[in-house]
């Protein structure tokens, strides 16, 4: 093998440290995930969200939680929770990873070790969740009244630089009774068979203020992997399997002196077999969901679109299509096959192993 040059030494030393942190964090992080264990709604409309759900996937009811109904995904423990937003605008809530080893007194006290402080601010979250800002944590107990065990279930949330929420649960976690919440009935089936069968959690995107300060601080406390890049500053962050999570925006909006711009989940994306645009595409338009008319501004409620995602951000030659539609709330909801992982080829199965 030939020498490498001065060069090509010098190009390789930031992919080589890259590598080195990301697969020194995985080895053993302060906080180990398994995956994505549900994402929950906030809508104007319960029941018309879970009538959608429902049609369109033919989602069993997995647990309800007072108000919230949480829809089972695949064949579980993962869920979609749908609760009300109340006077707040429809908007994702907040996530949920499973965690090995879950007990709140542990995970608090790393959380507290990385600055987030205790909080009693309920946020909008089936009842539970985390409100008051940026870097806090609150405990719920969840009792009978809300689907919870009678000494109490407890659930934990924190929310991170840019004030959004996340959840930690153990992996065995279905929204129900009992001290992991895993005590659950049989799943309510749906009214109907629906028209696309799921299969699991594929993602979640969300928008920050500043994405490298994201980035170090979930791959510092989860020991995220990076397993793909969407651009040459947009890692993808693995979770477990192909699931990932990932972090867009930076700086302010509309110029230096503007407002920093709000943190959110933008969108969540969840995966099928045998995906096929043109499949999926039939079956959303025969539900009423139509053709996003103009591809400037925000979509509105029930329309669907393609994106394609071209080499320049980590896409096939010829792009890897990602297929996009929006509830009846205008809530941004991505389909992608069960191999997708954020990276390289028709399907974007193409991630670093």
């Not at 709604?41 to 069993?60: I, N």
Request: proline share 8%; net charge positive.
């Amino acid at each position: 093998m030939s020498q490498m040059t001065r060069r090509e030494v010098l190009l390789s030393l930031p992919a080589l440290a890259l590598a080195r942190r990301a697969f020194g964090q995985a080895a053993n992080p302060p906080i180990r995930v398994t995956g994505i264990n549900h994402v929950t709604l906030s809508v104007s409309d319960v029941k018309r969200s879970v009538d959608f759900y429902q049609g369109l996937f033919g989602m069993p009811v997995a647990s309800r939680q007072g108000m919230t109904t949480n829809l089972q995904i695949g064949s579980g423990p993962q869920f979609l929770g749908v609760s009300a937003a109340g006077a707040s605008p429809p908007n994702i809530n907040h996530y949920c990873l499973g965690v090995d080893d879950f007990s709140v007194d542990r995970l608090t006290a790393i959380l507290a070790q990385r600055g987030i402080k205790k909080s009693d601010a309920a946020g909008n979250a089936g009842g539970g969740g985390l409100g008051g800002g940026p870097m806090l944590m609150r405990v719920r107990v969840r009792g009978p009244e809300a689907g919870g065990d009678r000494a109490g279930t407890p659930e934990l949330y924190f929310s991170d630089p840019d004030g959004i929420v996340v959840q930690l649960q153990d992996p065995r976690y279905c929204g129900g009774a009992g001290a992991a919440g895993n005590v659950c009935p049989a799943p309510e089936p749906a009214p109907k068979q629906g028209l696309l069968a799921l299969r699991g959690w594929s993602h979640l995107t969300n928008f920050v203020s500043d994405a490298a300060r994201s980035n170090a601080f979930y791959q510092e406390i989860f020991g995220l992997r990076i397993q793909a890049h969407q651009g040459p500053t947009a890692p993808v962050l693995g979770v477990g399997g192909v699931q990932f999570l990932m972090f867009a925006g930076g700086g302010a909006r509309g110029g230096a002196n503007a407002a920093p711009r709000p943190g959110n989940i933008n969108h969540l994306c969840m995966n099928l077999e045998k995906f096929n645009p043109d499949t999926v595409i039939k079956a959303l338009e025969s539900y009423g969901i139509k053709p996003r008319a103009s591809a400037q501004g925000a979509p509105g409620p029930l329309v669907h679109y393609i994106s394609m995602r071209m080499e320049n951000r980590g896409g096939a030659p010829g792009g890897t299509p990602e297929l996009y539609f929006t509830d009846p709330d205008g809530l941004l909801i991505q389909l992608q096959d069960v191999s997708y992982c954020g990276g390289g080829g028709v399907l974007g199965e193409v991630c670093a192993g």
